[in-house]
């Protein structure tokens, strides 16, 4: 009857109380019950703080996409590199992604909570109990990191995890190895594009293969800021992105002549900060990754000359633009230059530079291609072939329009000996949350049980047991 | 639950019942046994039954929609669905002991009174109808029903026939019930979340014990999108273990509202009392990404809140606000369209004759009364006032209907007297407008029974507003979290948003050309259309007009949006709300157009492309959206669900509980309810696990809910 409903306990051999897999991003937080085919909960794992009647607000969730609040901030726990730097906003964030949508928040005093008169002498006093009850009480906890996090953070992870969230039991694991478990594979290549990193992990027979863990940040939010390269160098003009928060109302102009919008300004003490609309302007790009933006296909560079003899940018040339308009109305069909913003993951030549960027220029190890000949250098060489016949794609840049077929190309180009074989789920779902569905499975499986670090052998050996025990 | 007020059925004449034995009664005349045994039986899944369970039958199912405001609640399915035949107030009132809690505010007195030792000596009615039973209105009375509000008399019971036969003078605690406030009131539900858990499971517990169902009465509950996890694991548990029912589930309100459309695929905004909910449905599968859920002041109490603010200095109360929201003069107009007398409006002040008016009663004195009867002169105060009180002897004692019809009579040709010549201008050309004003005021005449017990009367006044009644979706001054536009851009941002972040880019399109608005918030006149004008003047794409003129070949004829007649209008007023530049353009034509080269002469259909390149094109309809914005309009199949039915029909809004009659669209998440309670129950029996039986819940416990839960 109902199609989404979640995969039968039965088939994992799963537990009666469901575990939480909780999977942060450096863009998205997701979280969910393990178990499941998709995460339940996704949220930003951006945030943003404002001062309201003199106090600092915080706002998580989506909520931040949608209600421009005064002078408010955006910021995220996570640094560029993956690892966490705030570590009290990242335990608040990622709790937010489990309490809104799974476990429900505290069950705050309802004597308390302001909306009832009662004096203070007729407060039940079983209700203290239940203020005691810490969020994840009664939920194993299944956490995932990046191949490259470091032993304190690991630490920091389980200590929030036992101390402040109370969890019964608690694993973390990393996510290369989650992803090629989502794709069904034990030992795998797996290649991750996320917002701030790209990263290959091998992993063989379930464990990383540490010496060949390659990550460089290339990722989403690198192709947005060639993207804004672009526009800047955009003739006739160069593009502005205005958030659709700045604008009132717009008008339908032709494409490429100049937005005639109505604007909306705020008092100075009340627009929100440069990076709420850096955010909300990040979202516009997203969306222009979905639409306009495609990879070249291969077979070869962009620069390259393809076997008829025609260059491939005049073949890219050839193929129909595809128009985009902004949120003030601006619309412009992009022709070539929508492979452009893309080719420099693989060819680090035809980056478009940007000296105002703070995002600075690629260098060529940081390519894809690089990666992967210097993750598959630092393995075995008997177990390279397998690798290559196992490549899992994943993480939401990986579902840039070409991506893996260039990156096909490029593998074969790379390794032209083995058979290269690529799996990557053609379901948009399935790719972006690669790894929560790895730990959804993994959490679920009856012969988890005993990979759980309980709470009680926290207490007994404590934070560093997570190094002994998550490998 | 202790001791717990009976319920009082609406009519007054009709002998009171114990509350055990009212629904019962009344319910057999729409479900209809009778009836009920000539349908044929449904065809009986044996083989995926888990249990020996006799089959559920169509009278025998318990629909449960909690919200923050109002519970809906209806036993049985009728032939054809109507709006849910009870309303519980979703507030819960401390009881005598700590922990317990009372459908109804019942204040103690203590004194020496005359109480009536007939039934329920302690206890009196409640004054206000708590539950609406509309069998009971319908088939007891016919002239003073719920249509004639103004007549009504709302007493309390303590007079009743049975009340006088025999009182004794005697010092005791005297329980009465309190109407007028609801002071000290939890509310177990907040922006749709339940963050009282005791009270939120005594209001199942009256709600479960008002409708008084059989045994064998499968529940099936709709649940706010932001209830968590765990919150539906603490209601199975709770209604399992409590009402020991055979069969439950929990279907999730926007799945609910598909189904009362009848559509897969749709974009659902449910604007509740303080929330709003913006879901993304495709192919009967909510998106929990990007949902948008129990999104905070934007619900209907925004828009009273922004009266309050333009109106409170003018004196209006916030019960008035509300009730002049409810009115059909409050009205969201389009963009763009001119307010009348709009120079006026900023520095319009008091209407001098409102304030010089002190007539009335006391407590009101400080209100300003509009220039209804009570202020044409000022002898007629009084013939103003007797409007509203009405004789109560005379009807207890003479012929109640001829009496009301009497002065019905006498109101109607007053009325027509005092009407403005303005009357037949549309709402937005007049710049002022009266609407009926409805309140409790406690009957303080000698003539009272001391029966202790309080007496009030309904009355109405008229009230005129000028152009503020057009304002109530401009965004609030005084909020100072928030800097957006008001509720309709909040809301837009958020549709924008929720459809963006669906998965399948094909299905974009059509969302956007799939609105639902529900929700009692969205029965403010115009709302529909203006949100469709802010999605349109902010969101909607402007196909550019280069590409249409120049690449549409003649072999097209240029098309009319998903051809003729069939196509779902918006709500309200006719006339689509398309953007002037996509009027008439197919999106999918839009999407062909979108991807031919600009230069190459491309045979129609085809994008002409490099055969080599054709496998790396995206498929047409990943394009940007939105290129059209529509609403979905409810089949006709169920009359009583009606767009815009008998709302805001005058005086449709009834007194401070105001929302009896005239239910139509905006519930059709109960239409949809009743319906996937009939296909899950009925129909299917079970055969493909369409909700959770008593066994699975012995077995698994209930976190099993969530394999059963239809979200």
Redesign the interface.
């Known amino acids: 009857?109902?199609?989404?409903?979640?995969p039968?306990?039965a088939e994992y051999g799963g537990d009666?109380?469901?575990a939480i897999v909780l999977d942060p991003g450096y863009s998205t937080t997701r979280a969910g019950?393990a178990g499941?085919d998709?995460p339940?909960?996704?949220i930003p794992t951006y945030y943003g703080k404002?001062n309201?009647?003199g106090q600092e607000?915080l706002v998580f969730g989506?909520?931040i996409?949608?209600?421009?609040?005064?002078a408010m901030s955006i910021h995220n726990p996570i640094g560029k590199d993956g690892i966490v730097e705030d570590w009290d906003m990242a335990e608040k964030v990622w709790e937010y992604s489990f309490?809104?949508?799974?476990?429900?928040t505290k069950?705050g005093n309802?004597f308390l909570?302001g909306?009832?008169?009662?004096p203070a002498e007729?407060l039940?006093t079983e209700m203290e109990v239940e203020l005691e009850e810490k969020s994840l009480a009664d939920s194993p906890l299944l956490m995932t990191e990046p191949a490259w996090n470091p032993a304190k953070a690991r630490e920091k992870t389980i200590e929030i995890a036992m101390e402040k969230w109370g969890t019964p039991a608690f694993y973390l694991a990393r996510n290369g190895v989650l992803a090629s478990f989502a794709s069904g594979k034990a030992s795998a290549l797996v290649i991750d594009i996320g917002a701030s990193n790209i990263s290959i992990t091998p992993v063989h027979d379930g464990m990383i293969l540490k010496r060949g863990v390659q990550h460089s940040p290339l990722g989403g939010d690198y192709i947005s800021s060639q993207i804004r390269a672009l526009f800047k160098k955009n003739s006739p003009q160069p593009i502005t992105i205005t958030p659709?928060?700045l604008?009132?109302?717009?008008?339908?102009?032709?494409?490429g002549q100049p937005p005639q919008a109505k604007y909306?300004t705020?008092p100075a003490d009340?627009a929100?900060d440069a990076s709420y609309r850096a955010l909300l302007e990040e979202?516009t790009l997203s969306?222009f990754k979905?639409?306009v933006v495609?990879v070249w296909?291969g077979p070869n560079k962009l620069s390259a000359t393809g076997p008829t003899g025609a260059s491939n940018e005049e073949?890219a040339r050839?193929?129909?633009?595809?128009?985009?308009?902004f949120?003030d109305?601006y619309?412009q069909?992009f022709g070539v230059d929508r492979f452009r913003v893309v080719e420099s993951l693989f060819d680090v030549k035809a980056a478009i530079p940007d000296p105002d960027s703070p995002v600075p220029a690629p260098t060529q190890a940081q390519t894809i291609p690089e990666l992967i000949k210097a993750s598959l250098g630092g393995v075995d060489v008997d177990i390279r072939p397998h690798l290559l016949a196992n490549v899992v794609v994943t993480g939401g840049s990986s579902l840039l329009?070409?991506f893996t077929?260039r990156l096909n190309h490029e593998l074969m180009q790379l390794f032209p000996g083995p058979r290269v074989r690529i799996s990557a789920p053609g379901n948009?779902?399935e790719r972006?949350f690669g790894s929560w569905i790895g730990g959804s499975i993994l959490a679920s499986l009856g012969t988890f049980h005993q990979m759980w670090i309980s709470k009680k052998e926290y207490d007994e050996h404590g934070a560093n047991i997570v190094e002994k025990r998550c490998k | 639950m202790g001791k717990r007020p009976k319920l009082k059925v609406t009519g007054k004449k009709k002998p009171k019942t114990t509350q055990k034995e009212s629904p019962r009664k009344d319910s057999p005349e729409k479900t209809s046994p009778q009836k009920g045994t000539q349908r044929e039986e449904p065809p009986v899944f044996l083989a995926r039954r888990r249990s020996n369970m006799p089959p559920f039958k169509d009278e025998h199912i318990l629909l449960i929609a909690p919200g923050s405001q109002m519970t809906l609640a209806q036993l049985g399915l009728p032939e054809t669905f109507t709006p849910a035949r009870f309303r519980f107030p979703t507030r819960m009132f401390?009881g005598q002991k700590?922990?317990e809690y009372e459908p109804y505010r019942i204040r103690e007195r203590h004194q020496t009174v005359n109480t009536s030792n007939g039934n329920g000596a302690q206890t009196t009615d409640p004054p206000k109808t708590d539950v609406e039973m509309k069998d009971a209105e319908s088939a007891g009375q016919d002239g003073t029903g719920n249509n004639e509000p103004t007549e009504k008399t709302e007493k309390p019971a303590g007079d009743s026939a049975d009340a006088t036969d025999k009182t004794e003078a005697q010092p005791e605690t005297f329980y009465e019930e309190d109407v007028t406030s609801d002071e000290?009131a939890?509310?177990p539900i907040?922006n749709g979340r339940i963050?009282?858990?005791?009270?939120f499971y005594a209001l199942l517990t009256h709600v479960y014990n008002a409708l008084s169902p059989p045994f064998h009465t499968p529940i099936l509950m709709i649940g706010q999108p932001v209830w968590?996890?765990?919150?539906r694991e603490m209601i199975t548990q709770f209604v399992f273990e409590k009402f020991k029912v055979p069969a439950f589930n929990i279907m999730d309100s926007a799945l609910a509202t598909m189904w009362g459309y009848g559509v897969p695929t749709a974009l659902i905004v449910d604007i509740g009392k303080t929330k709003a909910d913006v879901t993304a449905v495709t192919?009967?599968?909510?998106n929990?990404?990007?949902?948008?859920i129990a999104?905070k002041g934007c619900g209907g109490d925004a828009m009273t809140d922004r009266l309050v603010e333009l109106l409170g200095p003018k004196g209006f109360t916030r019960e008035m606000c509300e009730q002049l929201k409810r009115s059909n003069i409050a009205e969201i107009l389009a963009?763009g369209t001119p307010l009348p007398g709009a120079a006026a409006t900023a520095h319009q002040g008091t209407n001098p004759a409102a304030a010089a008016s002190t007539g009335g009663q006391s407590g009101n004195d400080l209100v300003p009364r509009g220039p209804g009867e009570g202020t044409q002169t000022g002898t007629d105060t009084n013939g103003g006032e007797d409007e509203g009180v009405l004789d109560v002897a005379a009807i207890v004692s003479g012929d109640t209907t001829e009496y009301l019809a009497k002065i019905e009579k006498e109101k109607t040709t007053k009325k027509g007297g005092a009407e403005p010549k303005q009357k037949n201008a549309p709402n937005h050309q007049k710049e002022k407008a009266t609407f009926q004003f409805e309140e409790f005021v406690p009957l303080d005449d000698d003539n009272a029974p001391a029966s202790g017990s309080r007496r009030y009367i309904r009355h109405t006044r008229e009230i005129e507003v000028g152009a503020e009644r057009f304002l109530l979706a401009t965004p609030l001054l005084k909020v100072?979290?928030?800097?957006?536009?008001g509720i309709l851009e909040?809301l837009a941002?958020?549709i924008?948003?929720t459809i963006?972040a669906v998965?399948?880019?094909t299905k974009r399109s059509e969302l956007w050309d799939s609105l639902i608005i529900v929700g009692c918030g969205s029965r403010v006149r115009g709302f529909a259309q203006a949100l469709l004008g802010v999605i349109t003047?902010?969101?909607i794409?402007?196909p550019?007009?280069?590409?249409f003129t120049s690449e549409i070949p003649s072999a097209f004829s240029t098309p009319l949006p998903t051809g003729g007649t069939n196509t779902p209008a918006p709500m309200g007023q006719p006339g689509p709300m398309y953007?002037?530049?996509a009027h008439g353009v197919n999106p999918l034509l839009v999407a062909a157009t979108?991807?031919?080269?600009?230069m190459?002469g491309a045979t129609p259909g085809t994008?002409?492309?490099?055969p080599n390149?054709s496998?790396?094109?995206?498929s047409t309809g990943?394009?940007?959206t939105p290129n059209s914005v529509k609403c979905l309009r409810l089949p006709d199949y169920f009359p009583e669900f009606k767009h815009e039915g008998n709302r805001n029909a005058p005086g449709a809004s009834h007194g401070p509980s105001a929302t009896q009659g005239g239910h139509g669209a905006e519930e059709a998440t109960f239409l949809g309810a009743q319906m996937a309670g009939r296909v899950?129950f009925v129909n299917?029996q079970g055969a493909?696990?369409?909700f959770m039986t008593r066994v699975d819940y012995n077995e698994?416990?209930p976190?099993?809910i969530?394999?059963?839960a239809?979200?």
């Open positions: 009857m109902n199609p989404s409903n979640p039968q306990a009666e109380v469901s019950f499941e998709a339940k909960s996704l404002y309201a009647d607000k989506d909520d996409f949608v209600t421009p609040r005064p309490t809104s949508r799974l476990t429900g069950p309802p909570n909306l009832n008169d009662i007729e039940p659709h928060y604008i009132s109302s717009k008008t339908a102009v032709e494409a909306r705020y009340k929100p979202r969306e979905e639409c495609q296909p073949m050839s193929t129909p633009g595809r128009p985009f308009e949120p109305g619309n069909v329009y070409g077929d948009t779902a972006r | 401390p700590m922990g000290g939890v509310y907040v963050v009282h858990w005791p009270s968590t996890a765990r919150d192919d009967f599968i909510p929990e990404h990007g949902r948008g999104m963009p100072k979290k928030r800097l957006t536009n909040d941002t958020q924008h948003r963006l998965p399948d880019a003047q902010k969101y794409l402007s550019s007009a280069t590409i953007h002037p530049a979108h991807n031919n080269p600009p190459a994008p002409g492309m490099d390149m496998a790396h094109h995206r990943h394009s940007q899950i299917d493909t696990k369409g698994n416990g976190s099993a969530h394999e059963f239809l979200a």
